[in-house]
């Protein structure tokens, strides 16, 4: 089935019903998004809980969050950091809450992690992108750099990628073991 409109805003989203399926808006565009499976919930899991019981009180983990990109774009980043004391109930962020926004990789969803979501996200001002591969589990850690992309945005700079520790010292001081990620 194909979508006849593609001028949906975030507005449209907040109006779905509360049981409507997991959906990203992308340029307008509703996209229903597939389950994840059991193992990129383990991993979406593990990172999660290491994140909030290692991240300074100023930053909350989260996970599956909606974060308006623009008026007509929004992604669910798989695990997310944001700053801490926004409301329990916001189930959609601005990119100035979130500090980290991370997405395991999975075969449906390859292309859209690797080059599509990341450049929407540095686009937004986010200010890092983890990206978490499966098959051995190995982590990619970007920070938002200088340099500018063809659009005129900011675009990520690799800072750190491993299959067994993630060292950084932002967002937070961070050493990460990967077997920790590893169901």
Same mark, same amino acid.
């Given at each position: 089935?194909?979508?006849?409109?593609?001028?949906?805003?975030?507005? #449209?989203?907040?109006?779905?019903?509360?049981?409507?399926?997991?959906?990203? &808006?992308?340029?307008?565009?509703?996209?229903?998004?597939?389950?994840?499976? &059991?193992?990129?919930? #383990?991993?979406?899991?593990?990172?999660?809980? /290491?994140?909030?019981?290692?991240?300074?009180?100023?930053?909350?983990?989260?996970?599956?969050? +909606?974060?308006?990109?623009?008026?007509?774009?929004?992604?669910?980043? #798989?695990? &997310?950091?944001?700053?801490? +004391?926004?409301?329990? #109930?916001?189930?959609?962020?601005? !990119?100035?809450?979130?500090?980290?926004a991370?997405?395991?990789?999975?075969?449906?969803?390859?292309?859209?992690?690797?080059?599509?979501? !990341?450049?929407?996200?540095?686009?937004? +001002?986010?200010?890092?992108? /983890?990206?978490?591969? $499966?098959? !051995?589990?190995?982590?990619?850690?970007?920070?938002?750099g200088?340099?500018?992309?063809?659009?005129?945005?900011?675009?990520?700079?690799?800072?750190?990628?491993?299959?067994e520790?993630?060292? $950084?010292?932002?967002?937070?001081?961070?050493k990460?073991?990967?077997?920790?990620?590893?169901?």
């Amino acid at each position: 089935m194909r979508q006849q409109r593609a001028d949906y805003t975030l507005e #449209d989203l907040l109006a779905l019903p509360d049981d409507a399926p997991r959906v990203e &808006l992308v340029d307008g565009v509703i996209h229903v998004t597939p389950s994840p499976t &059991l193992g990129h919930q #383990d991993i979406s899991f593990l990172l999660t809980s /290491w994140l909030r019981s290692h991240a300074p009180a100023h930053l909350r983990a989260a996970q599956a969050i +909606g974060v308006g990109l623009s008026h007509n774009t929004s992604r669910q980043p #798989d695990v &997310l950091l944001c700053r801490a +004391g926004l409301p329990a #109930d916001r189930s959609r962020l601005r !990119p100035a809450d979130v500090v980290l926004a991370v997405e395991v990789v999975s075969p449906g969803t390859r292309r859209v992690d690797r080059f599509a979501k !990341p450049g929407e996200y540095a686009a937004a +001002g986010i200010p890092f992108y /983890w990206r978490v591969e $499966l098959n !051995p589990v190995h982590v990619y850690a970007y920070r938002l750099g200088d340099r500018i992309g063809p659009g005129g945005e900011r675009q990520y700079e690799l800072v750190a990628d491993s299959a067994e520790l993630i060292e $950084l010292t932002e967002p937070f001081e961070i050493k990460l073991p990967v077997r920790d990620l590893t169901p």
